[in-house]
T-cell receptor
Framework: DTEVTQTPKHLVMGMTNKKSLKCEQHMGHRAMYWYKQKAKKPPELMFVYSYEKLSINESVPSRFSPECPNSSLLNLHLHALQPEDSALYLC????????????????FGPGTRLLVL | GDSVTQMEGPVTLSEEAFLTINCTYTATGYPSLFWYVQYPGEGLQLLLKATKADDKGSNKGFEATYRKETTSFHLEKGSVQVSDSAVYFCALSDGSGNTGKLIFGQGTTLQVKP
């Protein structure tokens, strides 16, 4: 089973709202990722968690706050977003972050389509 | 730094035509190479991968061979179907460190007409 689940599927929020995106995997993977994807573009990496510790923050604005409560769960807390933050948010997981032997093969969830009004 | 270059799309083919989507890369270390597919309104699905030189990845009739001498990982399918219409992304893992980063190409849109 290579399933990564994400909730909600769609989210509409105002610029003053606080919301959270949730991602879950049960493959025993120890690396999890958040990406942002705009239409017709490749995904852009936002955060990497390795063994439940934040290992990479790609200079993401503080209105995005990631959290990894345990090895199976990844959250992305949203606060005071801007309309330009509207995008598809993708979660992914991999065995770990090693590039060797396919251990870093990332499996993606279906995404949360976010609209900020 | 590492990079991936994909052929520009869109690519429009008739059903049962032969498909090639070119992908070349520059990388340090020992990256793995991937093809992901994204159907309209969905997330990315891993289509196939190759973890070392001369490996061939294959899945659902698609194939790609990791060619270190030409730094290429071209995607091929012998006979496309309308259901193959999607965006295809070539990607490589950051082979120079333990970051877990994927470097993506810009994506190639494939449209297959009946």
């Amino acid at each position: 089973d290579t399933e990564v689940t994400q909730t909600p599927k769609h989210l509409v929020m105002g610029m003053t709202n606080k919301k959270s995106l949730k991602c879950e995997q049960h493959m025993g993977h120890r690396a999890m990722y958040w990406y942002k994807q705009k239409a017709k573009k490749p995904p852009e990496l936002m955060f990497v968690y390795s063994y439940e510790k934040l290992s990479i923050n790609e200079s993401v604005p503080s209105r995005f706050s990631p959290e990894c409560p345990n090895s199976s769960l990844l959250n992305l807390h949203l606060h005071a977003l801007q309309p330009e933050d509207s995008a598809l948010y993708l979660c992914a997981s991999s065995q770990d972050t090693s590039p060797r032997g396919g251990r870093g093969t990332q499996y993606f969830g279906p995404g949360t389509r976010l609209l900020v009004l | 730094g590492d990079s991936v270059t994909q052929m520009e799309g869109p690519v429009t083919l008739s059903e049962e035509a032969f498909l090639t989507i070119n992908c070349t890369y520059t990388a340090t270390g020992y990256p793995s190479l991937f093809w992901y597919v994204q159907y309209p309104g969905e997330g990315l699905q891993l289509l196939l991968k190759a973890t070392k030189a001369d490996d061939k990845g294959s899945n659902k009739g698609f194939e790609a061979t990791y060619r270190k001498e030409t730094t290429s990982f071209h995607l091929e399918k012998g006979s496309v179907q309308v259901s193959d219409s999607a965006v295809y992304f070539c990607a490589l893992s950051d082979g120079s460190g333990n970051t877990g980063k994927l470097i993506f190409g810009q994506g190639t849109t494939l449209q297959v007409k009946p």
